[in-house]
Structure formats: structure tokens, C-alpha cells
């Protein structure tokens, strides 16, 4: 199994950005993904889930900001963040929900 990331960087507040996840080694149209963050000194904590049916789930501090969403056919999951505040900086990791499945991580700054 094999998932990476990209589309991490600095980016100043309010701005947005879009990561995607490319995975192999999965049949991914079944698998639920989610998206994982973790911030210097601070646990892992989990961003938004999509199920393979496209049902969705966000923590509190996302909603109205973050989009998850999923193509089957790239085999790729996709984090759209909008008005993204300094708070929000973190190392990004996509996982197979519910598995030890992690991406390598991709760093997101948010900083003016």
C-alpha cells in the first residue's frame, strides 16, 4: 500500500489550498480516507473522512472550511482548504481510515 501526498506549502492567512492523495495497493473505491494533521508538539489529530460511498465527516474546527472529496477513477482524495488560519499549520497525512496506512505527510504553513 502505498499513499501520497502533495499540494502542502506556505500559503498566508485566509488563503486556500488543496491537497491530494494518490493511492495504490488498495481497492480504493471501497476503502473510507481520511485526512490527519498533526502540529509541531501536538497528537495527530483527524481533519475529515469520506467514505467510498462519498458520505462525509469533519471535526468541529474544519467545518464550513475544509472540503474532502474523492475520485475513484485517480484512485485519489482531495482536502480543499479555504480561510485557512494560522492554527491550521500542520504536517497533512492522508490514511486509509481505520488501518496503519499513512502517506509520507505534507507540510502546511499558514503565516502572513
Known amino acids: 500500500v502505498q499513499l501520497v501526498e502533495s499540494g502542502g506549502g506556505l500559503v498566508q492567512p485566509g488563503g486556500s489550498l488543496r491537497l491530494s492523495c494518490v493511492a495504490s495497493?488498495?481497492?480504493?473505491?471501497?476503502?473510507?480516507m481520511g485526512w490527519y494533521r498533526q502540529a509541531a508538539g501536538n497528537q495527530r489529530e483527524l481533519v475529515a473522512v469520506i467514505t467510498g460511498r462519498g458520505a462525509t465527516n469533519y471535526a468541529d474546527f474544519v467545518k464550513g472550511r475544509f472540503t474532502i472529496s474523492r475520485d475513484n477513477a485517480k484512485s485519489t482524495v482531495y482536502l480543499q482548504m479555504n480561510n485557512l488560519k494560522p492554527e491550521d499549520t500542520a504536517v497533512y497525512y492522508c490514511n486509509v481510515y481505520f488501518t496503519t496506512y499513512w502517506g509520507q505527510g505534507t507540510q502546511v504553513t499558514v503565516s502572513s
Open positions: 495497493g488498495i481497492t480504493f473505491s471501497i476503502e473510507s
